[in-house]
C-alpha cells in the first residue's frame, strides 16, 4: 500500500489558480536542481493518475499511464541532466459543482531564457474539491507535433473561464462518502 501523501501547502491547494500554478512549479527547474518531490505528491489525490499521450515511431498513438511516483521515478533522471522550464500559455476552464477540468496550453523550455520552446503542448488537468482543498484527480498531456500543431483557440484564455474558490462552494454541495 503506498504511503500516505506529505500535507500539502494550504496556500497550493486553495484555488484551482494556486493548484495549477504550483504543478508548473514543482517540475520546473534546472538541470540537477533537486525538485521538492513531496509538494508534488501532495498535490494529488490518493489514486490519481497521470498519462503521457504521444505518438509511437509506427505513428499509432501512444498512451502511458502512471502514478505520481512513477513519473517522479521516471523523471528524476532525466531532471538530473536536463533543465525543464513547463509554463502556462493559455488555460481554457469548465466546471461542475467541485468538478473542475483546466485544459492548460504549456510550453518548455531548458532554461528561462531560451528563445524557443522546445516543446508546447496541452496538460488536461481534472480537479476536485472536497470541501477542504484543490485535489488533482488526473492529469494527461499531448505535445504539439508537425501534424498536430497547438488550435489557435488553446493560445489564448477563453473569456468567461470558470475560477471557483472554496468560499464558491455552499455547505450543501459537499459530499460525505
Given amino acids: 500500500m503506498p504511503a500516505a501523501a ?3 501547502r494550504p496556500a497550493d491547494v486553495a ?3 494556486a493548484i495549477v ?3 508548473y ?3 520546473s527547474g534546472p538541470a540537477g536542481a533537486p525538485r521538492d518531490w513531496d509538494r508534488m505528491r501532495s498535490l494529488f489525490a490518493p489514486g490519481a493518475r497521470m498519462m503521457a499521450i504521444g505518438v509511437r515511431k509506427d505513428g499509432s498513438i501512444g498512451m502511458r499511464a502512471m502514478t505520481p511516483d512513477d513519473y517522479i521515478a521516471a523523471n528524476s533522471k532525466v531532471f538530473a541532466t536536463t ?3 513547463e509554463t502556462e500559455l493559455a488555460r481554457t476552464t469548465d466546471a461542475f459543482g467541485q468538478l473542475v477540468h483546466v485544459f492548460s ?3 518548455a523550455r531548458h532554461a528561462p531564457g531560451d528563445a524557443k520552446p522546445f516543446m508546447r503542448g496541452i496538460n488536461s488537468i481534472q480537479l476536485v474539491n472536497d470541501g477542504n482543498r484543490w485535489h488533482v484527480l488526473s492529469l494527461a498531456w499531448r505535445a504539439e507535433d508537425p501534424k498536430l500543431p497547438l488550435p489557435d483557440r488553446y493560445l489564448q484564455s477563453r473569456p468567461g473561464a470558470v475560477a471557483i474558490e472554496l468560499e464558491a462552494l455552499p455547505n450543501n454541495a ?3 462518502f
Avoid: H, N, Q, W
Fill in 25 to 27: 512549479e514543482v517540475i
Fill in 174 to 176: 459537499r459530499m460525505t
Fill in 21 to 23: 500554478k504550483a504543478l
Fill in 105 to 107: 496550453t504549456y510550453e
Fill in 15 to 17: 484555488s484551482v489558480d
Fill in 6 to 8: 506529505p500535507a500539502a
Fill in 83 to 85: 533543465g525543464f522550464f
